[in-house]
């Protein structure tokens, strides 16, 4: 049952028939975590704590620098120098007292993503690592947990949903990504700019996927990717085949 305060805080979910009071209660006992708190992850972690999920992980393990104010968004300027998960997880709580966080000051690797991943039911992903995000799908598959990839760079951004384990044609982040581009590609890629309100489009989309995992309305982007052009103002979706030969969903159990 959702108390006063729940009911008046996400009466414009409830209004929602797509959500209503049902879809509200699975929010408030979803676990989410978002790895990296940059200009994707303060969207995700801002819509997510206002959107009432119940228990909200974030892991990061860099401080706030001057330069991140551009588009990592709350995050204000007192807070360069601060660990990330510190302020993510202080504004995340600030926003709806109700909310349980926990803050893993860490990097997700081989090592120990499967572990703290098994802790969630989702997890959304935002970080400029391949090895990262490698380590990230390889253990979300091995747990089931379905993930949320974004990137952006200069004025594109994109987005999918991976849960291999779902259905026989969808495919994981590593069908997309067999292998990590060249050093000096990914030199280029964190040296080249971003412009800042892409990171609120790309996150947002990113928290709205969430929403709709967790609640389970409208259409999964799993399966697709949505590429959003922010200098034409033009989206597409694009269907994203599974690699039968994939290294990383290649060999599970599929439904
Ligand atoms: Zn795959």
Known sequence: MLDADAR????????????????????????????????????????????????????????????????????????????????????ARSLNPHLRT????????????????SSYDLVVEGIDS???????????????????????????GQISVFKPWAGAALPCYRCLVPEAPPREEQVNCAEEGVIGP??????????LEAVKEIVGFG????????LFDGLSSSARVVKLPRDPGCADCGRIDRR
């Open 8 to 91: 008046e805080r996400f009466l414009r979910h409830i209004l929602l028939k797509e959500v209503g009071a049902q879809g509200q209660l699975k929010l408030l006992s979803a676990r989410v975590l978002v790895v990296g708190a940059g200009g994707l992850g303060s969207p995700v972690i801002q819509y997510l704590a206002a959107a009432g999920v119940g228990l909200l992980g974030v892991a990061d393990d860099d401080r706030v620098a001057l330069s991140n104010l551009q588009r990592q968004t709350i995050y204000r300027d007192e807070d360069v120098g601060a660990a990330k998960i510190e302020r993510a997880v202080a504004f």
């Open 102 to 117: 926990v803050a893993h000051g860490e990097k997700l690797d081989r090592g120990n993503a499967s572990r703290i991943i």
């Open 198 to 207: 892409l990171a609120g489009v790309i996150g947002s989309m990113a928290a």
């Open 130 to 156: 391949f090895a990262g995000r490698f380590s990230i799908n390889a253990a979300c598959i091995e747990t089931k947990r379905p993930l949320i990839s974004a990137a952006i760079g200069r004025f594109e």
């Open 219 to 226: 259409e999964s982007l799993a399966g697709r990717l949505f």
